[in-house]
């Protein structure tokens, strides 16, 4: 048995040789890159990655050691492709600006949450309503509206998934976020009491949002196209029985009363809206990166994305994973990270995700917004 003393020093002395080696390798690395931005060729090839790994493996005498064998040249190409970035050109993005005399699209009817949230972020202006969230897609596709409102996500309920999707399918970009408050209220005709109500209609995240008071009151939830329409309903069938659970604007635009104010489950409970629009707008005041990818689905692959993401010091604020179709258990993943694509260590962090993923598409680069 070798002592310990020994076993240093030879570790010590094949470090030397590693330390050597891996500098002549990098050097290496310099010069491929340097020759295929000169020649217009794709940068980072998978499949020549796994030919190099395999090759490698395959030389070991010892066999117990493969798979950390594939770790360690894993690791090497990772660093290689780190550094390789680093030589790949910056791009120079442009402030894009408004358009003008342009026409806004939401889902809803006045008095939604999405009309609220449009109003928000552009102003006083008369939106374009619509009945379906695919709806206001199909308006932007054809050019009948230049910007549409969808909500995205609910600090309570989470995603709303329809909207990834549709967002995916379509191929649009997110071009604004605005956060607002959601009150959710019990609305009833005229004189009529939390004891009069046996039934209320909204929207399914309405009436997620609102369970356990509705449980707390024996009250049976109905879901609805929105919670604006829900309003409306109960205006038009002026039965004190049924109520709806929408805004305090929705009670006025419907003349109904406000039987009980503010019955999310969460007090603090926001949503999420997105704007969206045929083509990138960024702005120097974009401080959020959104973006969709899939990766092969083995051991490691989304870690590979979320280490770029760490090791370039930037804010991961959220992920979500949805199905990807015809594909069993793979899925696409959304990212949103804090950033603007005029930060240099951004645009790097950028490239090397690619290096990791099968597909990737940039889908916004934009300013959040509260109210």
């Not at 929705?250 to 489950?265: G, M, R, T």
Request: aromatic share 10%; with cysteine; charged share 25%.
């Amino acid at each position: 048995m070798k002592d310990l003393k020994t076993c240093r020093e030879e570790i010590d002395a094949i470090d030397k040789e590693i330390i050597a080696l891996f500098e002549k390798r990098m050097h290496v690395a310099k010069d491929v890159i340097t020759y295929k931005l000169a020649h217009d060729m794709q940068i980072f090839q998978k499949d020549r990655e796994k030919e190099v790994i395999q090759k490698n493996v395959d030389r070991l005498e010892d066999k117990s050691l493969e798979s950390y064998a594939k770790t360690f040249v894993q690791d090497t190409m990772n660093l290689s492709k780190s550094y390789q970035s680093t030589f790949i050109p910056l791009k120079k993005y442009e402030a894009t600006e408004i358009k003008e005399n342009f026409k806004v699209g939401y889902q809803g009817v006045p008095g939604s949450f999405s009309n609220q949230a449009m109003k928000s972020w552009f102003g006083d202006i008369e939106g374009i309503n619509y009945p379906h969230f695919e709806d206001v897609y199909q308006a932007l596709e054809k050019g009948e509206i230049d910007y549409g409102v969808l909500p995205l996500e609910n600090s309570s309920t989470g995603a709303i998934n329809d909207n990834y999707d549709l967002l995916t399918q379509y191929g649009f970009y997110i071009v604004g976020e605005q956060s607002i408050t959601i009150d959710q209220n019990l609305l009833g005709i005229k004189g009529a009491t939390l004891e009069d109500i046996k039934d209320v209609y909204s929207h399914i995240q309405g009436l997620k949002q609102t369970s356990e008071f509705l449980n707390a009151h024996h009250i049976e939830g109905h879901e609805y196209l929105n919670t604006a329409a829900a309003a409306k309903y109960i205006s038009e069938a002026q039965n004190k029985h049924i109520g709806a659970i929408a805004s305090s604007e929705a009670a006025k635009l419907y003349n109904l009363d406000i039987i009980a104010k503010a019955i999310q489950n969460d007090q603090s409970n926001h949503t999420r809206f997105i704007i969206i629009a045929r083509q990138y707008e960024i702005r120097p005041s974009a401080n959020r990166i959104s973006m969709v990818f899939t990766v092969n689905h083995e051991v490691g692959a989304l870690y590979e994305v979320m280490r770029v993401v760490k090791e370039h010091n930037i804010n991961m604020a959220r992920i979500e994973s949805r199905p990807l179709p015809l594909s069993p258990w793979e899925y696409y993943f959304y990212l949103d990270i804090d950033g603007n694509l005029n930060q240099d260590h951004v645009q790097r962090a950028l490239q090397e995700i690619k290096t990791y993923t099968n597909t990737f598409r940039m889908i916004g680069n934009y300013e959040r917004k509260e109210s």
